[in-house]
């Protein structure tokens, strides 16, 4: 199967993106250079986990992922081999879907439930018609403040390690665009939801921006991402089935 990219200028010294393959379950792969390779990531795994799982059973060691997943995040993860890294970009700055789920009235240092909850309040009163009267505040562009625990540098060093410290840190803000946030369903304080936004979207921000103007604070349960660009999670290889499969041939 081969992927039709339009070609970039950042993309003059990378192969024909036409004619690189894309590994999808169930096909094993033939040849890893060059090579799109979809993989559906596990929860717990950080984004590099699974570039050092590939490692140990593929013949190549020239791996990476085009777009970071929290540990906390499952779905798509597009992994590029050989020749094919040099496609990084072009995925990179592709459009990204989500669904997941909001819990509202509670509260978390990272804005997700990696830490524990800081401030629970009732979130009872929020009715659907006013968590739906608000979610136009986050669509468009919109400036979103960047989580404290993340890998954004501030003065050479990263947010998390400032966090973990306790250190109090000016928050930075970068500006994002948000193409649809749309309600799914709602489970008492649970809100499912499905997002569709720019590269570099936080949508551990858009969970806590949007409790905080609910009055309500609120955090990320559950994350996944279903597509970047018009690549699609369905089909892709779980890593350990990918790594059966490899050396079962």
């Known amino acids: 199967m081969a992927l039709k990219l339009q070609p970039t200028d950042s993309m003059a010294l990378a192969p024909d993106p036409a ?15 060059p090579l799109i390779l979809l993989i ?16 140990r059973f593929s013949p190549i060691r020239k791996i990476g992922h085009a ?4 540990p906390m995040a499952t779905g798509l993860l597009i992994c590029l081999s050989g020749r094919a890294t040099k496609l990084m970009n072009h995925f990179l700055g592709q459009s990204k879907v989500y669904v997941g789920t909001i819990r509202l009235g ?3 240092p990272s804005w997700d439930a990696e830490t524990a909850v800081i401030e629970e309040v009732d979130a009872s009163h929020i009715t659907n018609e006013v968590l739906s009267n608000a979610i ?8 979103q403040t960047t989580p404290v625990y993340s890998a954004v540098k501030v003065e050479g060093e990263r947010l998390y390690q400032k966090a973990r410290r306790g250190e ?3 928050l930075p803000t970068r500006q994002v ?4 946030f749309d309600i799914l369903e709602r489970r008492g304080a649970d809100v499912d939801f499905e997002v569709s936004c720019s590269s570099g979207t936080y949508i551990r921000s858009l969970a806590h921006e949007l409790g905080q103007q609910l009055g309500t604070g609120g955090h990320l349960v559950a994350l ?3 597509a970047i660009g018009e690549t699609s999670v369905d089909g892709a290889w779980k890593v350990d089935d990918l790594a059966r499969s490899w050396k079962a041939q």
């Open 19 to 33: 004619s690189v393959p894309v590994c999808m379950s169930p096909e094993v792969p033939t040849s890893w250079d």
């Open 40 to 55: 559906d990531k596990a929860q717990g795994d950080t984004s590099f986990d699974v570039i050092r799982q590939l490692r």
């Open 67 to 70: 777009g970071t997943l929290d």
């Open 106 to 108: 509670q509260t978390t």
């Open 136 to 143: 136009p505040d986050f669509t468009g562009d919109i400036v």
């Open 168 to 170: 109090k840190v000016k």
């Open 177 to 180: 665009t948000v193409h649809s």
């Open 224 to 226: 996944r991402r279903t």
